[in-house]
């Protein structure tokens, strides 16, 4: 279950903090828990109730993406990982699948699950590591599901360092361009590209 902030909870469902606060005192909404540090929050069941959604057939969605044809094992894996994961939950549950860059709006899948997560048919929705589902934008969308009564899981939520990050961004970001290019620009970025992954891999 997934827990807000007051700060958090009171953005999601469009009021302040004093009137979650006021809530309190009288009694109209209890905060699920208070932490030890004496701070308020809320479940994502009681965000639920708060927008009226109490449709409880909605489902877990398993969301798996590679950035290329290349990573179709790789997507197979995923795959074969995520169903296991979401079997152990005994549920109702769905696995859409993505091949693209993670800088990629246009993709199949991802649209796809943005308009399951718009017509509220998603409770859940589970990726193995953030950039699995947008390498930028990740909070824009899960600020959205919130919006919608859908909560996202991340499997893995190991940080990576501030270099690491930014490698992997620019890497990506050169490869989309590139693949806009023709000839000797797409021959340079590409190459570009290869420096960028060898030097990440020295530095590790």
């Avoid at 995520?82 to 649209?111: A, P, V, W």
């Avoid at 590209?193 to 590790?204: D, G, I, R, Y």
Wanted: aromatic share 8%; with cysteine; charged share 30%.
């Amino acid at each position: 279950m997934k827990y807000y902030s007051i700060h958090e909870f009171s953005k999601l469902i469009g009021r302040t903090p004093q009137t979650l606060r006021n809530w309190d005192k009288s009694g109209k909404l209890k905060p699920n828990h208070t932490g030890a540090n004496g701070y308020r929050y809320y479940s994502h069941q009681q965000l639920n109730e708060l927008l009226g959604i109490t449709d409880l057939s909605r489902k877990i969605i398993g969301y798996c993406r590679v950035s290329s044809n290349k990573q179709k094992d790789d997507l197979e894996r995923q795959v074969d990982s995520m169903e296991k994961y979401l079997q152990s939950l005994n549920c109702e549950y769905e696995i859409i699948q993505d091949i693209g860059s993670g800088i990629n709006y246009t993709k199949k899948g991802l649209r796809n699950l943005l308009k399951k997560i718009n017509s509220k048919e998603i409770s859940k929705i589970v990726v193995f590591y953030k950039d699995r589902l947008l390498r930028f934008g990740f909070e824009l969308v899960e600020y959205m599901a919130n919006l919608n009564g859908c909560e996202i899981e991340v499997l893995d939520s190991t940080e990576k360092s501030e270099q690491e990050e930014l490698v992997e961004d620019l890497v990506q970001i050169v490869t989309v361009f590139s693949c806009k290019l023709q000839g000797r620009c797409a021959n340079k970025t590409r190459k570009l590209v290869e420096e960028l992954t060898q030097e990440s891999e020295v530095a590790e």
